[in-house]
């Protein structure tokens, strides 16, 4: 059965009363499990991860309709959802995925070295307070742009983490930005865990190491001050 009739398939399901469009359905050598559907003069274009190129048919048939869903704005029904984490998640697509993030991914590096805060030394510091200095240290960079949404990243894939440039400032306390750094480095010694075909990555031991920080709770009021002046930011732009 060619993947194209699986979105026909779809379309007619979840939109009975329209005309199915022409479909072009591609595999895609993506940095990791992703796929795209878009909608151009007319046609629907969609590119799959090649990792996905021996999936079941059942499996191509989930992804379809929760593609064609996402494309309509329609809730997916949640047997295809389950059908494809199940699927997505076994340990041998994780497997693929992460070396394919590995092999064909990037990862923009500047320096750990910043205008105000060095993350490097801040990195053995916190190591020798909390992790007995066990913890071997990743690639540390500030990121490439000033980011509020996201503060902090670890990549454990590229083995990185990226702090946002935006704490790089004076008007943010040292004490703020250890905490984001150690946050991250708690992901180091606690790895996601699968659970029922998802991946948990804020686990029960992870979160009571993090309130160790003995600023935990004055952290949490920064953080919480942070999303506030973004919702602020954007109600500005709007």
Request: positive net charge; contains cysteine; aromatic residues 10%.
């Amino acid at each position: 059965m060619l993947l194209s009739a699986h979105f026909v398939e779809a379309f007619r399901t979840l939109a009975p009363k329209r005309i199915a469009p022409d479909t072009d359905v591609r595999y895609y050598p993506y940095a990791g499990l992703n796929h795209t559907i878009r909608l151009r003069s007319g046609r629907v274009h969609v590119r799959l991860s090649d990792i996905f190129k021996t999936a079941p048919m059942g499996v191509q048939r989930a992804l379809a309709f929760i593609l064609v869903a996402k494309l309509l704005r329609r809730r997916t029904p949640p047997f295809y959802e389950r059908v494809y984490r199940d699927y997505a998640c076994s340990p041998d697509v994780l497997r693929a995925s992460d070396l394919a993030r590995r092999q064909r991914g990037r990862k923009m590096i500047s320096s750990a070295q910043g205008r105000v805060y060095d993350l490097g030394r801040m990195f053995q510091r916190l190591n020798q307070r909390f992790f007995d200095g066990q913890l071997e240290q990743p690639t540390l960079t500030w990121s490439q742009r000033r980011t509020r949404t996201i503060l902090g990243h670890h990549d454990g894939v590229h083995e990185t983490i990226v702090i946002s440039k935006t704490l790089d400032s004076e008007d943010v306390p040292e004490w703020f930005v250890e905490y984001i750094l150690y946050h991250e480095m708690l992901h180091i010694k606690h790895p996601a865990r699968l659970i029922n075909g998802r991946r948990y990555y804020h686990t029960k031991a992870f979160r009571t190491d993090e309130q160790r920080y003995p600023r935990f709770d004055e952290a949490q009021r920064w953080l919480d001050q942070t999303v506030r002046q973004r919702r602020t930011l954007r109600a500005r732009a709007a």
